[in-house]
């Protein structure tokens, strides 16, 4: 097998009617987390692990029915409240490694809610280099805590 990697930089911003506090907790408070940081709505979850301090731990587990399981670890390097939150993680199907990265989410006040932007540093490994659903995933999520928001 010839071993290599694809380093790849993802960008997303979402222009969000809330406030930058109200989005930063759904990313820090761990019970708002885990209503909207999963798979899909079909797939089978573990309970998502978040320790939001520096040096945290965060965990994530699921997958479909009697499918491989879609493992993400991360540890958390830097919070600044209500601005900006830095962590790396992995992303594991089984027991193989698929991508390491680094995120970066920023919450900037504007005049209507919140701009985030998330950057994502991302090193894909040795043949899953599928970055087309990586940031179709990714949005998915981004959907989904906009929901979340959207209930509260």
């Known amino acids: 097998m ?3 990697v694809t380093p790849h930089t993802m960008i997303i911003t979402r222009d969000l009617k809330f406030a930058p506090s109200v989005v930063f907790k759904a990313w820090a408070d761990p019970a708002a987390k885990a209503h909207w940081f999963s ?3 079909d797939w089978e979850a573990e309970p998502h692990r978040l320790d939001f301090r520096v040096g945290g731990e965060e965990y994530s587990a699921g997958g479909p029915k009697g499918g491989p399981m879609h493992i993400m670890r991360g ?3 830097e ?3 209500d601005e900006r939150i830095i962590s790396s993680f992995t992303m ?3 027991e193989t490694i698929l991508t390491v990265s680094l995120a970066t989410i920023e919450f900037v006040a504007t005049a209507t809610g919140t701009k985030m932007t998330l ?4 090193v894909f490994l040795d043949g899953c280099d599928h ?3 990586r940031e179709h995933g990714t949005n998915a999520m981004l959907d989904m805590m ?3 928001l959207n209930r509260q």
Do not use: F, M, S
């Not at 950057?119 to 991302?122: A, D, I, V, W």
């Open 75 to 77: 540890v958390i390097h």
């Open 92 to 94: 594991h199907v089984d």
């Open 39 to 41: 798979g899909p709505p």
């Open 119 to 122: 950057t994502e540093q991302l």
């Open 2 to 4: 010839t071993r290599h």
């Open 131 to 133: 970055i087309a659903d």
């Open 146 to 148: 906009e929901a979340y």
């Open 79 to 81: 919070i600044v409240p």
